[in-house]
Nanobody
Framework: QVQLVESGGGLVQTGGSLRLSCAASGRTYRGYAVGWFRQAPGKEREFVSRIMWSGGSTRYADSAKGRFTISLDNAKNTVYLQMNSLKPEDTALYYC???????????????WGQGTQVTVSS
């Protein structure tokens, strides 16, 4: 089992920044990919970014490239998503997920956190 707890969401103005955190625990998460996904009201859950816990390989959605940075801290068992230059269209519930996968499909991630709300005002 892997447990994930997100934090760091909030209300920010256009152009502002937020850093989301995903604290991981459990027996096997260090062999997994950890991804950030988001879901806005009435929309499908979409991939934002992913990092492989072993090796640190990263991947980003086109909408996140150049603005968001994913990273991990092994000592704190935590994955971060630094979000800069935020836009109103980034408003969504952001989820952290883990899975033994190289893909970015939400269905490939077995473990999910409860989500943290990000709201960007115009």
């Amino acid at each position: 089992q892997v447990q994930l707890v997100e934090s760091g969401g909030g209300l920010v103005q256009t152009g502002g920044s937020l850093r989301l955190s995903c604290a991981a625990s459990g027996r096997t998460y260090r062999g997994y990919a950890v991804g950030w996904f988001r879901q806005a009201p009435g929309k499908e859950r979409e991939f934002v970014s992913r990092i492989m816990w072993s090796g640190g390989s990263t991947r980003y959605a086109d909408s996140a490239k150049g603005r968001f940075t994913i990273s991990l801290d092994n000592a704190k068992n935590t994955v971060y998503l630094q979000m800069n230059s935020l836009k109103p269209e980034d408003t969504a519930l952001y989820y952290c997920a883990a899975g033994a996968t190289w893909t970015i499909a939400p269905s490939a991630f077995n473990y999910w956190g409860q989500g943290t709300q990000v709201t960007v005002s115009s």
